[in-house]
C-alpha cells in the first residue's frame, strides 16, 4: 500500500541495548523527518534528510543516529538506550516543495526503556 | 528555546460553538503556519496552513488566522463537533529551511 509505514508499533528493551525504529515511504518523497512526542514538549525534531545519504540534526539528535542509503528507508537507531528515551516516535515525509501540506506523518512506535 | 507555543494545554467546548486554539512564535523568519490534528495512537495529519502573505484562510468549519505584529496566529472551528476532539499541534516553518517546528499541542474536548 502506498504510504509511509513505521515499524514496530510498539517496542519495549532495556536501558543499554541499541534498537532500530524503521520507516519506509513509497511516495520516492526528497526529505524524511523524525521526530519524538513528549508531554509539555509537543513534537521535537531529532534528525532529517534532505535526500539519500544526505542527513542533518535537528534539536534533539543526542543518543540518536540515521542512515539514508535508499530514498524510501529512514532508520532511527538508538545505540545504547536511556530511559530517557522513552516516547513516541514519529516518522514523517514531504516532498521537496511541500510547504502548502507539510509533511505526512507516519502512525508513531511507542517506544519504552525499561 | 521554544520557538512555538501553545500555552493552553487542554481546551473544554460545547457541542455546536466555537473552538478557539491559540499559537505563539517568536522566530520572524517563519513564513509558513500549519495546524495538525491527531487522535490517540495515530500520527498527526495535516489540517490547515497559511503563509506570512495573508492574515486568513478558510476552508469549511476551519479558519487560521494570522497576526504577524503580534506573532500570533489562531484556529477557529466553528461549529464544533465531536470528531474534533483531538490533540492540534501548530508548526511553522521558514520556507527555505523546510523544517517544521512544533507548539506542544492543545487537547482539545468537545462536549455533547
Known amino acids: 500500500d502506498a504510504g509511509i509505514t513505521q515499524s514496530p508499533r510498539y517496542k519495549i528493551t532495556e536501558t543499554g541495548r541499541q534498537v532500530t525504529l524503521m520507516c519506509h515511504q513509497t511516495?520516492?518523497?526528497?526529505?524524511m523527518f523524525w521526530y519524538r512526542q513528549d508531554l509539555g514538549h509537543g513534537l521535537r525534531l531529532i534528525y532529517y534528510s534532505a535526500a539519500a545519504d544526505i542527513t542533518d540534526k535537528g534539536e534533539v539528535p543526542d543518543g540518536y543516529v540515521v542512515s539514508r542509503s535508499k530514498t524510501e528507508n529512514f532508520p532511527l537507531t538508538l545505540e545504547s538506550a536511556t530511559r530517557s528515551q522513552t516516547s513516541v516516535y514519529f516518522c514523517a515525509s514531504s516532498e521537496s516543495t511541500g510547504t502548502a501540506y507539510g509533511y505526512t506523518f507516519g502512525s508513531g512506535t511507542r517506544l519504552t526503556v525499561v | 528555546d521554544q520557538q512555538v507555543k501553545q500555552n493552553s494545554p487542554s481546551l473544554s467546548v460545547q457541542e455546536g460553538r466555537i473552538s478557539i486554539l491559540n499559537c505563539d512564535y517568536t522566530?520572524?523568519?517563519?513564513?509558513?503556519f500549519l495546524w495538525y490534528k491527531k487522535y490517540p495512537a495515530e500520527g498527526p495529519t495535516f489540517l490547515i496552513s497559511i503563509s506570512s502573505i495573508k492574515d486568513k484562510n478558510e476552508d469549511g468549519r476551519f479558519t487560521v488566522f494570522l497576526n504577524k505584529s503580534a506573532k500570533h496566529l489562531s484556529l477557529h472551528i466553528v461549529p464544533s463537533q465531536p470528531g474534533d476532539s483531538a490533540v492540534y499541534f501548530c508548526a511553522a516553518m521558514s520556507g527555505g529551511a523546510q523544517k517544521l517546528v512544533f507548539g506542544q499541542g492543545t487537547r482539545l474536548t468537545i462536549n455533547p
Open positions: 522566530n520572524s523568519m517563519f513564513d509558513y
Open positions: 511516495w520516492s518523497h526528497s526529505y
